[in-house]
Structure formats: C-alpha cells, structure tokens
C-alpha cells in the first residue's frame, strides 16, 4: 500500500509541477510582450474577447488537473477495495469474525455416514480424530482460497500500478519538454 501512496504522490506532484510550467509559460509569453519595443504599440480591438478567452483557458486547465486529481484517487480507492476483497475472499461472517464453521446435525450425520465406509470398529476417539482431520482440512482449503485470490489481486494490481508508471512515465516526459521549450523562449528573450 505504501508503493500506491508513493505513486500517488509522484503523480499528485508531476502535475503540480505541470500546473506551475504552464503558468511559467504565460509568465514567459507576458514577459516577452512586456519586452517589445515601446515604439511599436500593442492594438487590442476586442479585450472582452480576449479576457473571455484567457478564463476559459483557465477554467479549462483548473479541469483538467481536477480530473486527473480526481483519477489519482480513484486510483488509490480501486486498489485499496482490491486489497480488500482479496483478503476477505471465500471467508464466511463467522470466520471474519473469528469463529469456526458450524456443522448442522445433517451435515455431522452426512460425515459419519461417509466414514462408516471405511472404518471397521467405530470409536468415539475416532470419530473425534476423524472430524478434527476434517476440519482442519477445510481451514487449509479456506486458507489455500484466500491465497489464490491474493495471488491474482496482487497480479491486477502490479498490472495497474504498471500502466500507472506508464502514464507517470508519460507526465514526466511531456513536463520536461515544456519545461525545455520555456527555458529555450526565456533564453531567446535576454
């Protein structure tokens, strides 16, 4: 779970860091204006138009690292009922909570029965001994169960944190090369 966590934050912060780049470049761009020559002078005809664009600029990517934010958590809440119902897997109420499996009188009928088979003098001691293998039997069954499903949860999850890496893997290329391309128009600039 701490793998999860840590992903989530590295992802958590590559788009931080991306949110900062892109106010960088608008910073950059304005800097760039602001460096022109005072002799040729910035004509605007439609200021609403532009204002009106600039917010939905905004708005748009305050959405997008919503979304991907939101998707983050998602991530983290998929694995986390995952994880959990791999652990609970083929487990009754009672033995979540502890307690052993309840025969019925049908079913401790249908053993002896079973038994009588193969025993040639039946013995409480036997019995005893016989229901106690069985018993046991069926924990190491419900235990071999549980270790099935945790096996396979912990397959679907190394793949999903694998294509987690791989969107992560995917941030971090596209953040350096905006974060290139800025230093590049920064030093064009001077």
């Not at 992802?11 to 780049?21: A, C, I, P, T």
């Not at 960088?24 to 009106?52: G, Y």
Request: charged content about 40%.
């Amino acid at each position: 779970m701490i793998f999860v966590e840590k992903l989530a934050n590295t992802e958590r912060h590559l788009d931080v860091s991306k949110g900062h780049s892109l106010r960088a470049e608008d910073k950059t761009d304005e800097l760039k204006q602001l460096n022109k020559s005072i002799f040729r002078p910035v004509i605007t005809w439609n200021k609403d138009a532009k204002r009106a664009a600039q917010e939905a600029k905004i708005q748009s990517r305050y959405d997008d690292e919503r979304d991907e934010r939101e998707k983050a958590m998602m991530d983290i809440r998929e694995t986390q009922n995952r994880l959990g119902k791999a652990t609970t897997y083929g487990a009754d109420d009672d033995e979540l909570m502890g307690g052993r499996r309840m025969r019925t009188a049908e079913q401790l009928n249908q053993r002896k029965e079973q038994r009588k088979r193969f025993q040639f003098e039946a013995t409480a001691s036997d019995d005893e001994l016989e229901d106690e293998l069985d018993d046991n039997l069926d924990e190491v069954g419900d235990a071999v169960k549980r270790l099935k499903a945790l096996g396979m949860t912990m397959g679907q999850e190394l793949d999903s944190q694998n294509e987690r890496i791989t969107r992560i893997e995917g941030k971090t290329v596209g953040l350096d090369n905006r974060i290139f391309r800025n230093t590049e128009r920064l030093k064009k600039i001077k």
